[in-house]
């Protein structure tokens, strides 16, 4: 048994190796690579044998297993990805085609009104995070996005951002505010260009988790009680602008999102149509 165990073992760190190699020649995100090899190594453990073994039924199973636990559609969705991706790409199995993702709710994102967005940055007192909250309202940046950010990325004469190595590994240019130019040039002033933005401790990457706690409480002092999170604040940024008159494909692009459809759920909690039309109950 001892000895079976430790083959299996093998087989998993050797599952590891191969992946991560793949991964990395896709360029795929450390994320990411995090992700797809947990996902696979956690199914290796659920099977007891070589991913040489694994048959079609067996990754069926192993799915059906964590839908009865509970696992949510998005999570599930990854989890085919990751398996997909080990069997199909890595090792050239030819299986996979009756699996399907599962549907997914369709939940609309929370959206702050423009006097709530700008309540929430008011009540931030530490500078360097009302400047992410800044960012990510007026420029439409995701919080990986915002902790990413280098000085020499501004550029306050065109009022611009580029970002860098965004979600999907893709640089797009987007919007700086006016309002937020003469600050955040002071912010910056005296640090080198490859330096970061927003910073932590000896200039170091600030954590996302510290964004996020420092959000809450904002969000708290502001006393809004909507669930809001820091991505509300980019979807803040896209349904003003669509209310506003903004073409919906600039919003895309703003956004750096790949799908129009994806943008167009913005669409859906937007104002400017729903104003204009009165309830029968009156």
Request: hydrophobic share 35%; with cysteine.
């Amino acid at each position: 048994m001892i000895i079976a165990n430790q083959k299996i073992k093998s087989k998993q760190l050797d599952t590891l190796i191969s992946l991560k190699n793949e991964l990395k020649l896709r360029n795929y995100s450390p994320k990411t690579c995090k992700s797809y090899i947990g996902v696979n190594l956690r199914f290796l453990d659920w099977f007891g044998k070589s991913p040489r073994e694994v048959k079609n039924e067996d990754i069926r199973r192993y799915l059906e297993d964590l839908r009865h636990r509970g696992i949510s559609a998005s999570t599930l969705s990854v989890d085919i990805n990751a398996l997909k991706f080990y069997y199909t790409k890595v090792l050239k199995r030819k299986f996979f085609s009756d699996i399907k993702h599962p549907k997914q709710r369709q939940s609309l994102p929370v959206v702050l009104s423009v006097s709530e967005a700008k309540l929430l940055i008011d009540s931030t007192k530490n500078e360097k995070y009302r400047f992410a909250f800044c960012l990510m309202y007026g420029s439409g940046l995701r919080l990986s996005e915002v902790l990413d950010l280098r000085v020499a990325d501004i550029d306050f004469d065109r009022k611009v951002i580029h970002i860098k190595a965004g979600k999907g590994n893709k640089d797009r240019i987007t919007i700086l505010a006016e309002k937020m130019i003469p600050n955040l040039k002071l912010f910056v002033k005296d640090r080198e260009s490859d330096q970061f933005v927003i910073f932590g401790l000896a200039g170091q990457k600030l954590t996302a988790r510290s964004v996020q706690k420092m959000f809450q409480k904002s969000l708290s002092e502001a006393q809004i009680r909507k669930p809001a999170t820091c991505h509300s604040l980019r979807h803040s940024f896209a349904t003003h602008l669509l209310e506003n008159g903004t073409d919906i494909r600039y919003i895309q692009e703003l956004l750096g999102h790949k799908k129009l459809e994806t943008t167009q759920i913005y669409t859906h909690v937007t104002n400017s149509v729903l104003k204009n039309i009165e309830s029968p109950y009156q």
